[in-house]
T-cell receptor
Framework: NAGVTQTPKFQVLKTGQSMTLQCAQDMNHEYMSWYRQDPGMGLRLIHYSVGAGITDQGEVPNGYNVSRSTTEDFPLRLLSAAPSQTSVYFC????????????FGSGTRLTVV | RKEVEQDPGPFNVPEGATVAFNCTYSNSASQSFFWYRQDCRKEPKLLMSVYSSGNEDGRFTAQLNRASQYISLLIRDSKLSDSATYLC??????????FGAGTRLFVKA
């Protein structure tokens, strides 16, 4: 049982490039989300989904797009990378009832130069 | 004011010590509460949920005080392996989950 799988683990982008961070879970969780973590700050929610075909914005959505075509996959797209998007990105999933807590992927360390 | 606030630490304690972390939250309508543990350069992992009645898991005890809007985590008999960052997490409903910035713990031999 793999849990939540994120790829890639590391990435360096040039300003203006685009890329997709992949996230897949095999626990049949309905809820999936993307967070970014910056030094001295808590995890901040970028986008989330409560089921296939349903997505919504979190606290810091600008510059990112998501889609949820299947229950298992929730990719995060950076449209035109900026140095301010240098961060560690975590994908998380949960059962529909939020009281269960989240399972996180191992993270993607992104540097934009 | 941040929605979830934690003392950033670091807390430096010897093995065997008891250490307590506190966390305050601003939204009185918050519904569920958690403590997560995050090792250096790793993902957060759920440590325990927090209930109004208090709950215990081995050496770890969590408490919630809704009237004062704070959450605590007590670690007894600290081990070297407890060294990590502890994140206070509050859910205000509808999957709106707020993470604290974390409290760093170093346990030394």
């Amino acid at each position: 049982n793999a849990g939540v799988t994120q790829t890639p683990k590391f990435q360096v982008l040039k300003t203006g490039q685009s890329m997709t961070l992949q996230c897949a879970q095999d626990m049949n969780h309905e809820y999936m989300s993307w967070y970014r973590q910056d030094p001295g700050m808590g995890l901040r929610l970028i986008h989330y989904s409560v089921g296939a075909g349903i997505t919504d914005q979190g606290e810091v959505p600008n510059g990112y797009n998501v889609s949820r075509s299947t229950t298992e996959d929730f990719p995060l797209r950076l449209l035109s990378a900026a140095p301010s998007q240098t961060s560690v990105y975590f994908c998380a999933s949960s059962h529909r009832t939020e009281s269960y807590g989240y399972t996180f992927g191992s993270g993607t360390r992104l540097t934009v130069v | 004011r941040k929605e979830v606030e934690q003392d950033p630490g670091p807390f430096n304690v010897p093995e065997g010590a008891t250490v307590a972390f506190n966390c305050t939250y601003s939204n009185s309508a918050s519904q569920s509460f958690f403590w997560y543990r995050q090792d250096c350069r790793k993902e957060p992992k759920l440590l325990m949920s927090v209930y109004s009645s208090g709950n215990e898991d081995g050496r770890f005890t969590a408490q919630l005080n809704r009237a004062s809007q704070y959450i605590s985590l007590l670690i007894r008999d600290s081990k070297l392996s407890d060294s990590a960052t502890y994140l206070c997490v509050v859910n205000t409903g509808g999957f709106k989950t707020i993470f604290g910035a974390g409290t760093r713990l170093f346990v030394k031999a």
